[in-house]
């Protein structure tokens, strides 16, 4: 059974850190590339960060800088580590894989887990 399970959500202050974990089960971790999203209520998912296969991460400009994804490969654990949040991080974020290779068009989503940063 395929799943994602997101953790690591909750409420912290401006200025503060977080780090969110994945941990994947059911098909090949190393078949796909991992990615983060994140939606506020009413506006569309947004695309965080990614790593790809070929071991490079990318970031969406708000959060380069801050923002780190980690993958553990061993564990089948995809992390972000969120350093010195804004008020405007607040969202639910959700892991994502999406499959290449002999998985290409294999997409899967974790339920997603919520940061809120206010004071």
């Known amino acids: 059974q395929v799943q994602l399970v997101e953790s690591g959500g909750g409420s912290v202050q401006p200025g503060g850190s977080l780090r969110l974990s994945c941990v994947a089960s059911?098909?090949?971790?190393?078949?796909?590339?991992w990615n983060w999203y994140r939606q506020v209520p009413g506006k569309e998912r947004e695309w965080v960060a990614s790593?790809?296969?070929?071991?490079?991460?990318v970031y969406t400009e708000s959060v380069k800088g801050r923002f780190t994804i980690i993958i553990n490969g061993s564990d089948e654990q995809v992390h972000l580590q969120m350093n010195n949040l804004k008020s405007e991080d607040t969202a639910v974020y959700y892991c994502?894989?999406?499959?290449?290779?002999?998985?290409?068009?294999?997409?899967?989503w974790g339920k997603g887990t919520p940061v809120t940063v206010d004071t």
């Open positions: 790593f790809w296969r070929g071991g490079t991460a």
């Open positions: 059911g098909f090949t971790f190393s078949f796909y590339e």
């Open positions: 994502n894989a999406r499959g290449e290779g002999f998985d290409y068009g294999k997409n899967y």
